[in-house]
């Protein structure tokens, strides 16, 4: 081992690593971007048009927001545990606990 020699590579170009960084960065972003229809949502949470405006809302209200896991949807649950806020606009929610 005394007479090994060890030749290291010069290190790339700044731009180039710069350039492999936000491409990755980028495709990592667009990568987590989960989209879900919004039928295929309600199918999810087991919410048929016919069972809508068929349940009490004077203990909840349960209200799907997307999904978490590859079949289980996440709902936002007001009138249930600690207080929460959140805000309603547009055609997507964005809820937020406080």
Do not use: H, Y
Request: charge should be positive; glycine fraction near 10%; include cysteine.
């Amino acid at each position: 081992m005394e007479r090994a020699v060890l030749t290291l590579d010069s290190a790339p170009p700044g731009e180039l690593v710069q350039r492999i960084v936000r491409g990755v960065g980028e495709m990592a972003k667009s990568g987590m971007a989960v989209a879900v229809p919004f039928d295929r949502l309600l199918e999810m949470a087991d919410l048929p048009p016919t069972r809508w405006w068929s349940w009490d809302t004077a203990a909840n209200l349960r209200v799907p927001l997307g999904p978490t896991g590859a079949r289980k949807p996440q709902f936002m649950v007001l009138g249930e545990g600690w207080p929460i806020t959140c805000s309603w606009s547009g055609s997507r929610v964005r809820a937020r606990a406080i």
